[in-house]
């Protein structure tokens, strides 16, 4: 550990731990490899020792054999655990890095949670709801003002009247509704009500005036 450098982080400590269990498979390995070797030799030896006869070598090499498969049984052992020791480091990078984020999870769930407020909502909804009804009913009582207004039941007859008054003028008799419709306070034009007969050319010539 470095006491005076930089603290590592969780990731850092994690792939440096990675690294030396990889550096220690290797080594182990390679043992491995020279004890599978040496044994090869030592039963090359053995067998030469048996031709010529000698026994006691036969054994002291025979011993040797037994001692460098031990060693070999031991390293591949031990190359067992080291590989379980890195399967498990990678466990408990795998949970540290579900945990980490589960952590930012939940400080972003808190953050959210934080800004809403189900109270000041439901209030402003509420809020929203009353002003939209109010301004419905004052679109309403408008609408209903602007009807009454336009849809008077005077400004109609006074039209009628008009009507009835400039037809009178030019001498076209009307009968109904419009004939008896009331003559307005203010006249158009002549003050004359009387209903004269006259010609088709003489309404023509009348209709003319009118028009220029």
Do not use: W, Y
């Not at 603290?7 to 498979?25: C, S, V, Y």
């Not at 020791?85 to 540290?96: D, H, T, V, Y």
């Not at 959210?112 to 002003?131: G, W």
């Amino acid at each position: 550990m470095n006491f005076f450098g930089k603290k590592q982080t969780p990731d850092q400590l994690m792939r440096t731990q990675n690294r030396e269990i990889r550096r220690a498979q290797r080594d182990v390995d390679k043992s491995r490899n020279d004890i599978e070797k040496q044994e090869k030799q030592l039963e090359i030896q053995i067998k030469k020792a048996a031709k010529e006869g000698n026994k006691q070598l036969c054994q002291t090499l025979a011993k040797q054999l037994v001692q460098l498969r031990k060693s070999r049984t031991r390293t591949v052992a031990v190359g067992a655990n080291i590989g379980a020791i890195g399967s498990k480091s990678k466990i408990i990078q795998a949970n540290n890095k579900m945990a980490e984020a589960m952590a930012n999870t939940t400080k972003t769930m808190s953050e959210m949670n934080a800004q809403l407020k189900p109270q000041q909502m439901m209030k402003t909804m509420q809020d929203f709801e009353k002003e939209n009804q109010m301004m419905s009913m004052k679109e309403e009582m408008i609408e209903d003002t602007l009807n009454g207004i336009l849809d008077e039941s005077g400004d109609e007859e006074e039209q009628d009247a008009v009507v009835a008054q400039v037809l009178d003028e030019i001498g076209i008799e009307i009968t109904g509704k419009m004939a008896s419709a009331p003559t307005p306070s203010r006249e158009l034009g002549s003050t004359s009500t009387a209903k004269s007969k006259f010609s088709d050319s003489e309404i023509e010539a009348q209709l003319a005036k009118l028009k220029m």
